[in-house]
């Protein structure tokens, strides 16, 4: 069938659309790349796998991503461990319990969290969250010390600024993103199969089990790996927040220090003045970028499969 000429501009249009995001992003990578290059080579450490970081002396630089990997994703972790049950909690409620003008207005005020800026979070956590759980810190960390991963940090024996109070406050940023998807998700669970439930005799409970659960299992999902995304790419909060120890390297507890991929770029701009200086973090951005790209990748891909 002939197209009619107003089909075939918005084709060309939506077409060459796609290609550019796909070319920018591309042009994106291979900037950093290209920025990244003359510091790798004047690199005197192993740039994946060492932890220290000086980069002041251009001409004696040693620096390596692996602290800040590390960093990057225990506080992701520690945050989607947190924001996936609350936001599914609240999906749910929003979807199955609530009544409709309340449901309305409580994902109303939920969605307003993503519209506060993030370093009036990070203020917000350590300033008030901070001191607030700190107790509640100090009991995890002297209860179940024997466990690594909450054993004393190498911040101790402060347990403020800590990947624990980072992780909090990165959950709350994360709840209106993994919350709307997967609210949005449950909504078009096919109202034949929760009528046939109802009718079979199942409970409320069981509706959602056997219905809107399985229906939204991959939504949920996806829009998990969405937050993660968000999360790994977080700034200002996180340098706000972190305390970053001298000398010691991260132990994998949530009571450590450090700093992100983000954070460390963010605080330490002053080094820009440099081309070779402002290299070595262009390094570490363009592995933020892959891993971001990647964990990105991995939601659409999730939810596409679903889709089809």
């Known amino acids: 069938m002939k197209q009619r000429p107003g089909d075939r501009v918005f084709k060309n249009l939506t077409t060459g659309a796609g290609v550019f995001v796909v070319a920018l992003i591309g042009l994106i990578g291979l900037f950093l790349l290209v ?3 003359p510091a790798l080579k004047a690199d005197n450490a192993n740039f994946l796998f060492s932890s220290g970081w000086s980069t002041g002396d251009p001409n004696n630089m040693s620096f390596g991503i692996l602290d800040l990997l590390q960093v990057t994703v225990a506080t992701s972790l520690v945050a989607l461990i947190i924001a996936m049950p609350v936001s599914l909690g609240i999906a749910l409620f929003l979807t199955q319990y609530a009544p409709k003008r309340l449901a309305r207005a409580f994902a109303y005020v939920i969605d307003l969290l993503a519209a506060v800026p993030s370093i009036i979070f990070g203020l917000w956590g350590i300033l008030v969250l901070a001191p607030a759980i700190e107790p509640f810190s100090q009991w995890i960390n002297e209860t179940f010390s024997w466990i690594p991963v909450f054993a004393p940090g190498n911040v101790a024996p402060s347990v403020r600024g800590t990947i624990f109070t980072a992780g909090v406050v990165l959950a709350v940023m994360l709840l209106p993103i993994i919350s709307s998807l997967t ?13 046939g439930a109802l009718a079979l005799g199942a409970t409320r409970w069981e509706v959602i089990r056997t219905t809107v659960l399985p229906f939204g299992k991959a939504g949920y999902i996806g829009a998990s790996m969405l937050g993660l995304g968000r999360a790994l790419g977080e700034t200002i909060a996180l340098a706000v927040i972190l305390l970053i120890p001298v000398g010691r390297n991260f132990t994998w507890s949530v009571f450590d220090g450090g700093a992100t991929f983000a954070s460390k770029i963010a605080a330490n701009y002053s080094e820009f003045n ?8 262009i390094a570490a951005g363009l592995v933020l970028f892959l891993l971001t790209f990647l964990v990105n990748f991995a939601a659409r891909s999730i939810i596409a499969k679903k889709v089809d």
């Open 35 to 37: 920025q990244a290059i």
């Open 183 to 195: 609210r949005e998700v449950f909504e078009r669970t096919p109202t034949p199969h929760i009528e």
């Open 274 to 281: 440099n081309v070779t200086s402002a290299g070595a973090y």
